[in-house]
């Protein structure tokens, strides 16, 4: 099947073309059609898997672009609020439809005056229920949707959607959208959807399959230790950490900052504008890691997210299943990792009964597996790495005053550092810079530079970040007494620190 077989107008298909969509996903090949016959529809999918469009394009295609709103999407987050209406922006800007985010936290005159601009809203319950309740907006959309529905029930938002639908047409489409299906959820839909057609993923497939799930067992006082090794080891493209209290966001995000990582955190205290900001970094990769709780990150919509990382398992198995569905989207594979206590492990198996999959226990890598990966990987990247005839000729200059070896630690530290703190390219420095930097690499000695991160987490693919090479927290075993920290396996023991031999495995 392909998007042409659902007869679109030339607009549709131009956006769906733009959007760079091949084939419709299961959900939007089961839902497409139900929803263009005018039928109410309960979509039971996990997120991740092409919601947004198995309700946005059929709505849109019925749509007829009269002034007014024609439709409208209700969602639990600004976040969410904020992606669905770019995708639904995206998809109906070919055919001049406009869309409105409405949620807390900004003025409502600016609010109410793209309100009576569109044809598309996206909003949160609470500012919605707000609007209505005043007053201060009246709409008659035909179209009414409501996504990630056991997520607004969770977070208590029950009254207010009884609220809104008091203030609705009798006569319209009503789409519900949701990851599961609680009681509430089934009550809820028996009263506002009429004669509704189901969409309903069995239990084995709630998970995406395009994501591997695997566990690893460490004692709770080795959790940040733990996730820093496999971060080394995993490598990730972006990842989010996901933890359960919001002074869990902080303290990690600010340990893992000190350890030199390019992290952002988001949680529910953080004012508008900087959660906007935060995720708008991670979008662009000016962040690589995202600290968030469950609630913060609901909807959170990165397609090249590559891990999520569990900080401590989940509560049940509806955060687990929101949680991971982060990676793996857009038909991209993706890995999810949680990290559980001895004791948790009862609740590993009732998650995985819970949701029909299977998550595989593994091992914390050692030290030396760290970095024989680190190793593999910058061998690889060598190897397809095409070099220029200005490299070429500047290695030739180096060669005539230090030897081989040391111009490949000089190539891998000292340049490394140039182009970061100057910003420049290591084939553009100028013949002065150059002979400054022979003077460096006579005194280099290799190694780890007297055991320093360099400036900050200078991550090329596979290679050393910055000065230390921290090869799963390598060599800082000899802290003040020559104590080394041996490989743990999943939970071994810390050499000394002091040189007291104080045992912690």
């Keep these: 099947m392909t998007f042409d077989d659902f007869n679109f107008k030339d607009t549709l298909n131009q956006a769906i073309s733009d959007a760079g969509f091949k084939e419709p996903s299961p959900v939007q090949a089961d839902a497409i059609p139900l929803i263009l016959e005018g039928h109410d529809l309960i979509g039971q999918a996990q997120t991740g898997t092409g919601k947004t469009a198995a309700f946005g394009l059929p709505v849109i295609q019925q749509m007829m672009g009269n002034k007014g709103v024609e439709a409208l999407v209700i969602v639990p987050t600004r976040e969410l609020a904020m992606q669905v209406s770019d995708e639904l922006f995206r998809f109906g800007k070919t055919a001049g439809l406009k869309t409105a985010t409405v949620y807390g936290g900004t003025p409502y005159n600016r609010q109410i005056e793209r309100i009576n601009q569109a044809n598309i809203i996206v909003a949160t319950p609470g500012r919605l229920q707000d609007l209505l309740k005043s007053n201060r907006i009246k709409i008659n959309p035909s179209f009414v949707i409501l996504d990630e529905a056991d997520e607004m029930l969770d977070m208590g938002f029950l009254d207010e959607i009884k609220e809104i639908f008091t203030h609705l047409p009798a006569e319209r ?38 994501i591997t799930q695997l566990f690893y067992v460490v004692a709770d006082y080795e959790r940040d230790d733990a996730l820093l090794r496999l971060i080394d080891y995993k490598n990730p493209n972006k990842c989010i950490i996901f933890c359960r209290m919001k002074k869990e966001v902080d303290r990690l995000s600010s340990y893992m900052t000190a350890q030199g990582f390019k992290v952002a955190a988001l949680h529910g205290d953080m004012e508008q504008k900087q959660r906007e900001h935060t995720i708008r970094s991670f979008k662009q990769g000016l962040v690589e ?57 009862r609740t590993i198996k009732r998650i995985e009964k819970d949701v029909g999959t299977v998550m595989v226990s593994e091992v914390i890598p050692t030290r030396q597996e760290v970095q024989s990966r680190k190793d593999g990987d910058l061998l690889a990247k060598i190897a397809n790495t095409e070099v220029k005839a200005s490299a070429k000729e500047m ?5 005539h005053d230090i030897d081989i070896v040391t111009i490949a630690h000089l190539l891998a530290t000292i340049v490394q550092e140039e182009i970061d703190v100057k910003g420049k390219d290591i084939i553009g420095l100028g013949t002065e810079e150059v002979k400054a930097l022979i003077e460096r690499a006579k005194n280099f000695k290799g190694g780890d530079r007297n055991g320093g991160r360099g400036r900050g987490r200078n991550r090329s693919r596979g290679g050393s970040r910055g000065g230390g ?24 023991n810390r050499g000394s620190r002091n040189g007291g031999g104080r045992d912690r495995g």
């Design 173 to 210: 489409q009503t789409l519900m959208f949701s990851a599961t299906m609680p009681k509430q959820i089934k009550i809820l839909a028996e009263k506002i959807l009429k004669s509704p057609k189901s969409v309903t993923i069995t239990k084995s497939e709630r998970t995406n399959t395009d």
């Design 289 to 345: 890691i995202f600290i968030a709780t469950d609630v913060a990150a609901r909807g959170l919509d990165v397609n090249d997210v590559s891990h999520v990382f569990n900080y401590h398992i989940p509560f049940d198995s509806e955060s687990y299943v929101h949680r991971i569905g982060r990676t793996g989207r857009a038909g991209n594979k993706g890995e999810a990792i949680t990290l559980v206590s001895p004791n948790e492990l």
């Design 395 to 399: 290695v030739k200059t180096l060669q």
């Design 469 to 492: 090479d921290r090869g799963g927290r390598g060599e800082r075993g000899e802290r003040r007494g020559g104590g080394n920290r041996d490989s743990r396996n999943g939970g071994g």
